[in-house]
């Protein structure tokens, strides 16, 4: 009988959990590796929306709708998941593009309506700076992020995989052009495949494998307020401000979604919460609890990387920004492919073949 082979998920964020979950789910037992103390750290500094929108090309659109019905299922399955279907309002675009957006991404399955003063009013009651038109999309939502990749590790690990904490990976180790374990601190560690999801540190973890991978880090401020008593419903992106509110109270502010850089984090927090005390009307003003900056890893043409590296038997890559709305895809998908080889057809445009080297 052949024995099951051993595999590393390096990086623990939640794109490392939910592959672990899903991994450990199908009876695998992966060891999870993580340099910090797990939780990742882009995922960390996550706003966490759960979106299928954009701008994105229609493959990518797909996928990504794919992902938000699995988050679905992922709430189903795991209790006490903090998923939340709010619905979002978008105002930081022109009346054209607004109408475009609503035009091209309203389906059956993702609604995309345009909506004026008195829906937002209703919709969001404390918002005291209204706009004249919005799109709601029900559809979209938020997923705790910490907390999120701290349950589906534990989910894993019941299901049999291992952890890791505090272990930095000097390198990945090769013979014969395949993994065949990794370095940390002068201890070798055996394997037969490796799956890097260590977000800023892929890059660095793939050279020593002899791949490159190109990838930009834009960076991402946000604000985390003093608890409030409830005044928001769901996402609200509007212009130079997107907020929501977590089940703590906690509002949570950032400027764009896409990344910004973050000169001076203390001046650009102040305007933040000046933003939301003039946009919200508020049982009080909100008072700044504390700030995270997040190095979002960015594949160098803005899409995911995922898949085996045909370069290095062995070798398994999944990198991406928007990690928090694809998590529970790319986990189902990833895990299938690790453990059946069973290739995913809407990761294909995907693969790590078109940027590593």
């Known amino acids: 009988m052949r024995r099951p082979p051993k595999v590393a998920i390096i990086g623990a964020g939640i794109i490392g ?164 374990g990794f370095m940390s601190g002068g201890e070798r560690t055996k394997l037969d495949i490796a799956v890097v999801c260590a977000g800023t540190g892929t890059p660095e973890l793939l050279a020593s494998a002899g791949c490159t991978l ?42 764009d979604f896409a990344g910004n850089v973050v000169d001076e984090p203390a001046k650009a927090a102040n305007r933040l919460i000046d933003s939301m005390n003039a946009q919200l009307r508020l049982p009080e003003p909100a008072r700044l609890a504390f700030t995270t900056v997040g190095l979002r890893p960015t594949p160098a043409d803005g899409f995911p990387v995922v898949g085996f590296v045909p370069a290095v038997e062995g070798l398994y890559v999944a990198s991406m920004h928007s990690g928090m709305t694809l998590a529970a895809a790319i986990g189902k998908f990833a895990a299938a492919e690790i453990v059946a080889t069973a290739a995913e057809p809407l990761l294909g445009p995907y693969r790590p073949d078109r940027l590593t080297v």
Not at 226 to 244: K, N, Q, S, T, Y
């Open 214 to 255: 190109p990838m930009a880090c834009p960076e991402g401020l946000l604000v985390h307020t003093e608890p409030l008593p409830p005044v928001l419903r769901g996402l609200i992106i509007a212009p130079d401000l997107h907020v929501r509110q977590t089940d703590q109270g906690r509002l949570v502010a950032g400027f």
């Open 17 to 180: 959990a939910a592959i672990s979950y899903h991994l450990a789910k199908a009876g695998a037992s992966p060891l999870i590796v993580d340099a910090g103390a797990g939780g990742g750290e882009a995922t960390a500094a996550s706003w966490a929306w759960l979106n299928a929108s954009w701008g994105n090309p229609p493959n990518y659109v797909q996928l990504r709708r794919r992902s938000l019905a699995l988050w679905r299922d992922l709430g189903k399955d795991i209790p006490g998941l903090p998923l939340r279907f709010c619905g979002s309002l978008t105002y930081d675009l022109s009346d054209t593009d607004l109408d475009r957006f609503a035009r091209e991404f309203h389906s059956d399955d993702y609604p995309v309506r345009l909506v004026g003063p008195d829906e937002i009013a209703r919709l969001e009651p404390h918002l005291s700076l209204r706009p004249n038109r919005a799109a709601h999309c029900p559809a979209e939502g938020v997923v705790e992020p910490s907390a999120a990749s701290a349950l589906l590790r534990e989910r894993a690990l019941a299901l049999g995989a291992t952890f890791r904490s505090l272990m930095r990976i000097d390198r990945l180790l090769t013979e014969s052009g395949r993994i065949v």
